[in-house]
């Protein structure tokens, strides 16, 4: 399965760190990629580092 396939709603956004920086630095963006999860407008879960779809399926699956 992936992210499209679960009945919950999501919303996702991709941010480029050149071109904002300040909102890099404001969530402590260090290394690309960068996947951060929020919950209610606060960050949940981290995710730094390349993974496979495998991995990110597993690593996400409480948040799914």
Same mark, same amino acid.
């Given at each position: 399965r992936?992210?499209? &396939?679960?009945?919950?709603?999501r919303? &996702?956004?991709l941010?480029? /760190? ?5 909102? +890099?630095?404001?969530?402590? /963006?260090m &290394? !690309? =990629?960068?996947? !951060?999860l929020?919950?209610?407008g /606060? =960050?949940?879960k981290?995710? /730094?580092?390349?993974k496979?779809?495998p991995q990110l399926l597993?690593?996400? +699956?409480d948040?799914?």
């Amino acid at each position: 399965r992936d992210l499209h &396939s679960f009945p919950t709603r999501r919303s &996702s956004d991709l941010v480029n /760190v050149d071109e904002a920086p300040d909102l +890099a630095r404001r969530f402590e /963006v260090m &290394s !690309i =990629p960068t996947l !951060i999860l929020f919950d209610g407008g /606060v =960050p949940a879960k981290r995710m /730094v580092g390349a993974k496979g779809k495998p991995q990110l399926l597993e690593e996400l +699956a409480d948040y799914l």
